[in-house]
Each structure stands twice: as structure tokens, then as C-alpha cells.
């Protein structure tokens, strides 16, 4: 009998039982959700494919509505992890000093109110961090970057919707390879997947413009565009791509490698956070 689960979510695609955490318990992922209106009605979103990528890392994803200020450190207390999704959203540009260029465009003000000191927050914890497509933009805002509105309309730079920036684009041929990206040498991503370019999936009309301070560029579109970047003094893992490694990601050995990399981050913060949390032993007397 075929099994009726996605491929993801199948026991073929899990990690081997040595990858699981302490006594076999998941690290604990946040996936932070966007915002929709369904009718007249606000709901908090997050995409199945990224809940079922934080899976295939090992972990355990738990979407996290919108936070209020003093909910931040109590949701990162007990998180071994933060996985920043794409989005149809943009960062709003005021955050970067820039009126909106484009009204037609998607924003979540909401989202953004609360990721971006949330990001700041969970790099000072030491919170691992792994980042895609919009959750890479929102990275770079929060620690003092800026972002092209439009990078097709940027001299130079090169047409980075792929199928998405077409009427009527299914998703396999908007999540289609599109380019190769360089890997930098030297940082995290050359140490996940090795020295050698990549060829990746391109969905987005907004990328990095000017880099925040502290940020080390990890790969390079053929364009010149940063790609990657790592937090290059974070005390965890870090590393913000600008593809979608989400999609397919059971049948594609880069996005198995990068989540793979980000759920053994996850697995030692948590044994770190239980280590800390259990009681000192009282010697005897």
C-alpha cells in the first residue's frame, strides 16, 4: 500500500535516531507567521513547506504568532532554534529610511514590528538562526541594513523573479533552478556544502543593497548580488540565504546539507539549555 504522507514527512526522509536530541526530545524551532486577512477575518500563517523543512532538520517547529515586546525573551527561553521563512511580503522600507516604491506589492507591518527585534534578540542568546528569501531581508534590516525595492530596475543587476515575475507562473516552474550562486570561501556556507558554486531557485523582487555591519557575505549571484550572508561574530550557527532551499528540499542534497547543519546547531543549543537547566548536585557532607 502507498504510503498517502508527503515525501518529507515519510520515515525515509527522517534524520537517523543518533541525530535526535536529548532523550530523544526534538530541539524546539520557532517559525515566526505572517499575517492574512481570510474575508473580513486576521489569521496567522506559516507555510507547510517550511514548517516540513524545520521536520527534515530533525527539530520540532512551533509557528509563533505575532510577539509583544516582553514575550520575546520568554519565547526565546525555551527555543533552540529560529527559522526566518520567506514571505509574499515585503519588509516595509521605512524601516531602511525609503518610502514604499511599489503599492502594489504585499507588506506585513505586523511581521515586521516583531521578527526584527526578535532577530537582534536571538543572536544575542546565541539562538541559532537559519534565514530565507524574506526572513534573509528581514536579517539585514534588523542589524542596519537596506534592501533594493527592486532589484530588476537596479542597473546592473539582473532579473531575479524568475517565473514569479510572469502572469500566470505554476509553482514548479517559479521554483525552478535559475542560476548558479559562488560560495565565498572561508565561512559557513563553504563549510556546509564545500567550495564549489551552486545552482539555485530565484523568487524575489527585493534583495540586499547595503549590507549591515558584521554580516559576511557567503555566496554571490552571477550579478553580484549577495546571495548568503552569515553573522560573522554570532556565538551560534547563523547563515541567511536568499533562495528558497524549502522547496523539495528531501529531493535536493544542498537544502538536506544546509538544514541538516542548522538542526545539529539546534540539537546542541538545546543540550546547552537543558544542561543549564537542571539543578547543581549538592555534595555531600
Not at 514548517?51 to 532538520?57: E, G, K, Q, T
Not at 550572508?229 to 522547496?247: K, M, Y
Amino acid at each position: 500500500m502507498n504510503d498517502p504522507r508527503p515525501p518529507l514527512l515519510r520515515p525515509e526522509a527522517a534524520l537517523p535516531e543518533e541525530a535526535a536530541g536529548p532523550a530523544g526530545r526534538k530541539p524546539r524551532v520557532l517559525v515566526p507567521a505572517c499575517n492574512r486577512l481570510l474575508g473580513e477575518h486576521p489569521f496567522h500563517v506559516a507555510g507547510r513547506k517550511y514548517v516540513d523543512a524545520v521536520r527534515l532538520a530533525g527539530a520540532l517547529p512551533l509557528v509563533v504568532p505575532s510577539l509583544e515586546p516582553d514575550e520575546i525573551d520568554e519565547a526565546l527561553a525555551f527555543a533552540d532554534g529560529l527559522f526566518l521563512t520567506g514571505s509574499p511580503s515585503n519588509v516595509h522600507p521605512s524601516h531602511f529610511g525609503e518610502a514604499v516604491h511599489d503599492a502594489s506589492l504585499p507588506l506585513d507591518p505586523l511581521r515586521d514590528a516583531w521578527t526584527l527585534p526578535l532577530i537582534r534578540r536571538a543572536l544575542a542568546l546565541g539562538v541559532p538562526l537559519f534565514a530565507v528569501c524574506r526572513g534573509l531581508q528581514e536579517t539585514n534590516v534588523a542589524l542596519g541594513g537596506s534592501l533594493y525595492q527592486a532589484v530588476q530596475e537596479v542597473a546592473g543587476r539582473h532579473e531575479h523573479r524568475g517565473a514569479g515575475g510572469r502572469a500566470g507562473a505554476g509553482a514548479a516552474e517559479m521554483y525552478a533552478p535559475a542560476h548558479a550562486v559562488q560560495v565565498q570561501p572561508g565561512g559557513v556556507l563553504a563549510r556546509v556544502l564545500g567550495p564549489d558554486d551552486v545552482v539555485v531557485n530565484s523568487v524575489h523582487g527585493q534583495g540586499v543593497n547595503r549590507l549591515a555591519a558584521g554580516l559576511r557575505v557567503e555566496a554571490l549571484a552571477p550579478d553580484g548580488l549577495v546571495e548568503a550572508f552569515s553573522v560573522a561574530d554570532a556565538p551560534a550557527f547563523s547563515l541567511c540565504v536568499q533562495w528558497h532551499p524549502e522547496w523539495q528540499a528531501a529531493e535536493n542534497p544542498v537544502s538536506l546539507r544546509l538544514l541538516r547543519a542548522f538542526g545539529e546547531a539546534c540539537r546542541a543549543r538545546q543540550r546547552e539549555r537543558l544542561r543549564r537547566a537542571q539543578p547543581e548536585e549538592v555534595p555531600d557532607r
